[in-house]
T-cell receptor, first 114, second 117 residues
Framework: DAGVIQSPRHEVTEMGQEVTLRCKPI?????LFWYRQTMMRGLELLIY????????DSGMPEDRFSAKMPNASFSTLKIQPSEPRDSAVYFC????????????FGPGTRLTVT | AQSVTQPDIHITVSEGASLELRCNYS??????LFWYVQSPGQGLQLLLK??????LVQGIKGFEAEFKRSQSSFNLRKPSVHWSDAAEYFC???????????????FGKGTLLTVNP
């Protein structure tokens, strides 16, 4: 089975540009999570969905960040406008119904904002 | 709120030596505890988990961890380390917040493991 798929793997953009990160969870998983990893703050949960519905977005840093899950097989995390402090590795993870703690992570998107 | 502390930022061991990575958590109730491993350029992979029951849990790749409530610890161990175990290891605690379906998995800052030949 394919694991969690994220694209792009690397993104370099200029400050002020819009950035869209994409995630395809494992088929059949009900939960989808977006995390951000930095040296300073470690791994932080940004938002998670259950059956395509956002459950907790309290980790989203500010209004520049938004996430959507239009269907069970696709989610996006958008940053508009981007800033240098948004540079990080962004992970998507998914987990099966009834086992939301067993999270399967994608390879991540390394975002660099110059 | 729950929190996780991994006291060791970086550990170096020789191949074949035993390994113990420390993890301490803070949480008001019985926690769900996890260890994940992250190889360079990769996402996190679940090594093992503790929900309840036997306090010594076995995981993949020959790892085990022991839950000690009195010490609020969940240390990861391996009797003989292989060069392929070099990676970063994350301890995590999971909890439902305020009941219902609102849930959070909180990670420690990680311990980087270097294995010398």
């Amino acid at each position: 089975d394919a694991g969690v798929i994220q694209s792009p793997r690397h993104e370099v953009t200029e400050m002020g540009q819009e950035v869209t990160l994409r995630c395809k969870p494992i088929s059949g998983h009900d939960y989808l999570f977006w995390y951000r990893q930095t040296m300073m703050r470690g791994l932080e949960l940004l938002i998670y969905f259950n059956n395509n519905v956002p459950i907790d977005d309290s980790g989203m840093p500010e209004d520049r960040f938004s996430a959507k899950m239009p269907n069970a097989s696709f989610s996006t995390l958008k940053i508009q406008p981007s800033e240098p402090r948004d540079s990080a590795v962004y992970f998507c993870a998914s987990s099966p119904r009834g086992r939301l703690y067993e999270q399967y992570f994608g390879p991540g998107t390394r975002l660099t904002v110059t | 709120a729950q929190s996780v502390t991994q006291p060791d930022i970086h550990i170096t061991v020789s191949e074949g030596a035993s390994l113990e990575l420390r993890c301490n958590y803070s949480y008001g109730a019985t926690p769900y505890l996890f260890w994940y491993v992250q190889s360079p350029g990769q996402g996190l992979q679940l090594l093992l988990k503790y929900f309840s029951g036997d306090t010594l849990v076995q995981g993949i790749k020959g790892f085990e961890a022991e839950f000690k409530r009195s010490q609020s610890s969940f240390n990861l161990r391996k009797p003989s380390v292989h060069w392929s175990d070099a990676a970063e290891y994350f301890c995590a605690v999971g909890a439902h917040l305020g009941g219902g379906s609102n849930y959070k998995l909180t990670f420690g800052k990680g311990t980087l493991l270097t294995v010398n030949p």
